[in-house]
């Protein structure tokens, strides 16, 4: 039985990538943290492939729930192991830094970065037993470029995107990959306040990309093809920022 655990799969880019997976024949840990609706939807998305999926619920910035229900998991599946994790759940508050609150500061870097910590952690002990694995982390344009307005996010997933390189060269020799994804502006509940008229004209595709162009990357990250690929962050942003 393959198990790949995905945080926030309940909705947008990780609900894609929840299906996209379960295609490759992955049992499917839908992780979600308020939303139990919409990873019920997922899930049943899910089980239309044909594949076994479980919804866990737990917020990945609170560390004593990540581990107790990864190893109430682990506890119940003594004979199997989750080899791939993508650390998708994410969230933005966006704001000038001279008027960002210091809970808006906090919560988006607790989110991504004690995410990213907290989940890799509690998974990785496995997968070195195994000699197998896969973190594929979910980063952004805002953490390559930065972005004005976006302080608290640019530095959280420019964070996510050095642990990527550091974490990848720890594990690297016992068949782990570690990798990131760096979106530009995808159609999902995340940027549904944005003006994308207006933000498409700066886009040299001229549209938003899709959770599905972004799972397709995950798939192919995830899957034996992409062996020798670690360390990297690979973009797809329609030409946003090269
Ligand atoms: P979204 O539609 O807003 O979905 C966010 C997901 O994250 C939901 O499943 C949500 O769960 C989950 N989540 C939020 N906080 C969590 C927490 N503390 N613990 C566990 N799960 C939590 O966002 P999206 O657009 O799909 O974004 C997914 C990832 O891609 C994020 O990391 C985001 O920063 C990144 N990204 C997105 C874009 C974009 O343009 N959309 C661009 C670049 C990068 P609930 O449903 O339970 O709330």
Redesign the pocket.
């Known amino acids: 039985m393959k198990y790949a655990l995905v ?9 894609a990538v929840c299906i996209k997976l379960s295609l490759m024949g992955y049992n499917v840990i839908i ?6 609706t ?2 019920q939807k997922t899930l049943e998305l899910v089980e239309m492939t044909g594949q076994h999926g479980e919804i866990m619920m ?5 560390r004593e729930q990540v581990s107790k229900t990864i190893e109430k998991w682990q506890e119940t599946h003594p004979n199997d192991y989750i080899d791939v994790l993508v650390n ?5 508050r966006d704001n000038i830094l001279a008027l960002m609150p210091e809970e808006d500061w906090n919560i988006v870097i607790d ?2 970065l004690k ?1 990213f910590y907290n989940t890799t952690q509690a998974l990785l002990p496995a997968m070195i037993r195994h000699k197998h694995g896969r973190i594929i982390n ?5 953490g390559i470029s930065g972005i004005r307005g976006q302080a608290n ?1 640019s530095t959280a ?1 420019g964070g996510l995107i050095a642990a990527t390189k550091a974490l990848a060269q720890e594990v690297a020799a016992k068949n782990i990959t570690v990798n990131a994804i ?10 549904d306040d944005l003006d994308e008229e207006s933000i498409v004209k700066t886009i040299p595709m001229r549209r ?2 899709t ?1 599905e162009e ?1 799972a397709e990357l995950v798939g192919f990250i995830a899957s034996p093809a992409a062996g020798y690929i670690t360390g990297s962050v690979i973009s797809i942003n329609g030409g946003l920022y090269t």
């Open positions: 945080t926030g799969g309940s909705r947008g880019i990780g609900r992780n979600y943290a308020n939303n139990i919409e990873a737990f917020d990945v910035s609170k998708n759940a994410g969230i933005r989110t991504t995410g979910m980063a952004s344009v805002s996010y997933k760096a979106p530009g502006f995808i159609k999902t509940d995340m940027t938003f990309g959770p972004v």
